[in-house]
């Protein structure tokens, strides 16, 4: 059978929203499937690169690469996200093979550049029978700031107001013609039914989150990837976190930080701790702004945190995870949040504290494999009550110098190998008469 995948960001480009693509093509390949990439070229692309990734695309995976409208024209209104800029190449492209003979017998959108999945309409229209498969990792309509009020989107209210009134234009007119979806969260299924209830009606969903990377690593200690972010041999103890930070994260962080300053006035051997907070911003390289640092500084430990608000490549960010000798990570006070870079703080084999809203579902995979510590909060749990919570679990009984004893037969399912298994069975299933 012949896939079609539409991702915009691809190797080298260092992206969080391509890895379910790339960890799945050697097993997609390995189960029968004959693959077509179509991406944005990265001459077109505003991310940092990465040269190891590319040598993690199987070399029978034929790729296409599009060059979209010029990353000068990026700072015009509207131009700003890639998925705007490649959507008309991409479909171009894409028509393109369809002249040439090609057919597919499923098409996957796997990607957060919504603007691309526009196309969708008019791609079945040049092949009726092709089923379209939409991989949901975030909302689109982004109802977060309606329901925060008090915390700013990025690029101010009224840019924001006018991108989601374009995003809800653009969902209405494409899920109708999405004919599954996968998804990261279990929310999501039922937060888009209720936006869309004719449009979705009886399509199937399959809740799948990002795999596991245990083959990245291997790479990287094979290939002898260093990184640069700190010195794990300069005697001190140094606690990683490599992601996005942003508003919806403080009340995590203000508990976590808040628990390390009284850590610290009980235990003075702690002043030897730097937690180094690393890729924060999606921000395009230079132009990041620190959203961590200001909540250390209110709550009185920023000696002891750095932030690096550009994105760092992939290869390097799995290589400051295995020579840190702790790892956080702080969730989102949105209940259906879900943090897909779990799976490689739990394959680094660290002491792992993650504090999240009790509703998410990296909740239940940090207990059912026991590979660190949890604590939770929800909308009621005060800061003194999150950091008390933070002591007892982390601090007092000093987990951040325990390693966990991983039931790495209850982590298994996570696996790349059995989630590609997963989605190819959801794919034949979508494409069967």
């Given at each position: 059978?012949?896939?079609?995948?539409?991702?915009?960001?691809f190797?080298?480009?260092?992206a969080?929203?391509?890895?379910?693509?790339?960890?799945?093509?050697?097993?997609?390949?390995?189960?029968?499937?004959?693959?077509?990439?179509v991406?944005a070229?990265?001459?077109?692309?505003?991310?940092?690169?990465?040269?190891f990734?590319?040598?993690?695309?199987?070399?029978?995976?034929?790729?296409h690469?599009?060059?979209?409208?010029?990353?000068?024209?990026?700072?015009?209104?509207?131009?700003?996200?890639?998925?705007h800029?490649?959507?008309?190449?991409?479909?171009?492209?894409?028509?393109?093979l369809?002249?040439?003979?090609?057919?597919?017998?499923?098409?996957y959108?796997?990607?957060?550049?919504f603007?691309?999945?526009?196309?969708?309409?008019r791609?079945?229209?040049?092949?009726p029978?092709?089923?379209?498969?939409m991989?949901?990792?975030?909302p689109?309509?982004?109802?977060?700031?309606?329901r925060?009020?008090?915390?700013?989107?990025?690029?101010?209210?009224?840019?924001?107001?006018?991108?989601?009134?374009?995003?809800?234009?653009?969902?209405?007119?494409?899920l109708?013609?999405?004919?599954?979806?996968?998804?990261?969260?279990?929310?999501?299924?039922?937060?888009?039914?209720?936006?869309?209830?004719?449009?979705?009606?009886?399509?199937?969903?399959?809740?799948?989150?990002?795999?596991?990377?245990e083959?990245?690593?291997?790479?990287?200690?094979?290939?002898?990837?260093v990184?640069?972010?700190?010195?794990?041999?300069?005697?001190?103890?140094?606690?990683?976190?490599?992601?996005?930070?942003?508003?919806?994260?403080?009340?995590a962080?203000?508990g976590?930080?808040?628990?390390?300053?009284?850590?610290?006035?009980?235990?003075?051997?702690?002043?030897?701790?730097r937690?180094?907070?690393?890729?924060?911003?999606?921000?395009?390289?230079?132009?990041?702004?620190?959203?961590?640092?200001p909540v250390?500084?209110?709550?009185g430990?920023a000696?002891?945190?750095?932030?690096?608000?550009?994105?760092?490549?992939?290869s390097?960010?799995l290589?400051?995870?295995?020579?840190?000798?702790?790892?956080?990570?702080?969730?989102?006070?949105?209940?259906?949040?879900?943090?897909?870079?779990?799976y490689?703080?739990?394959?680094a084999?660290?002491p792992?504290?993650?504090i999240?809203?009790?509703a998410?579902?990296v909740?239940?995979?940090?207990?059912?494999?026991?590979?660190?510590?949890c604590?939770?909060?929800?909308?009621t749990t005060?800061?003194?009550?999150?950091?008390?919570?933070?002591?007892?679990?982390?601090?007092?009984?000093?987990?951040h110098?325990?390693?966990?004893a991983?039931?790495?037969?209850?982590?298994?399912?996570?696996?790349?190998?059995?989630m590609?298994?997963?989605?190819?069975?959801?794919?034949?299933?979508?494409?069967?008469?």
């Open positions: 059978m012949r896939l079609l995948i539409v991702s915009p960001h190797p080298p480009v260092s969080a929203d391509h890895q379910r693509v790339r960890l799945a093509l050697p097993r997609l390949l390995e189960l029968g499937w004959e693959i077509d990439v991406c070229h990265p001459d077109s692309v505003r991310a940092t690169r990465d040269d990734l590319s040598g993690t695309v199987p070399a029978a995976v034929r790729i690469r599009v060059r979209g409208l010029p990353v000068a024209l990026a700072r015009l209104p509207g131009l700003g996200t890639l998925g800029r490649c959507a008309g190449a991409t479909l171009r492209r894409i028509a393109a369809l002249r040439d003979g090609s057919r597919f017998d499923a098409a959108f796997s990607t957060t550049q603007p691309v999945h526009r196309i969708i309409p791609l079945k229209k040049l092949q029978s092709l089923r379209v498969v991989d949901y990792q975030d689109w309509v982004n109802d977060y700031y309606t925060h009020p008090e915390v700013r989107p990025p690029g101010g209210r009224l840019k924001h107001a006018i991108a989601t009134r374009l995003d809800a234009h653009m969902e209405r007119a494409t109708p013609q999405v004919n599954a979806f996968t998804t990261v969260s279990p929310a999501y299924p039922e937060e888009l039914r209720a936006r869309h209830p004719a449009a979705l009606a009886g399509k199937p969903w399959l809740v799948l989150p990002f795999p596991a990377a083959q990245d690593f291997e790479a990287v200690r094979a290939a002898g990837i990184q640069t972010r700190f010195n794990p041999a300069d005697g001190r103890r140094h606690w990683v976190y490599v992601g996005r930070g942003g508003p919806d994260m403080a009340r962080l203000r976590f930080f808040r628990a390390l300053r009284h850590a610290i006035e009980r235990e003075p051997a702690l002043t030897d701790v937690i180094h907070f690393l890729g924060t911003d999606y921000a395009a390289p230079g132009s990041g702004r620190p959203s961590i640092l250390a500084a209110e709550e430990v000696d002891y945190v750095t932030e690096l608000p550009e994105r760092i490549p992939y390097e960010a290589r400051c995870l295995l020579d840190a000798q702790a790892l956080l990570v702080p969730g989102s006070d949105d209940p259906a949040y879900t943090a897909s870079k779990i490689p703080c739990i394959l084999q660290k792992l504290l993650a999240f809203h009790q998410s579902s909740v239940d995979v940090i207990r059912c494999t026991r590979a660190g510590t604590a939770t909060f929800d909308s005060t800061t003194d009550q999150l950091a008390a919570t933070v002591n007892t679990l982390w601090f007092q009984p000093r987990a110098a325990i390693t966990p991983t039931d790495w037969v209850a982590f298994a399912p996570y696996s790349a190998r059995a590609t298994d997963r989605l190819s069975d959801f794919l034949r299933a979508t494409t069967a008469p």
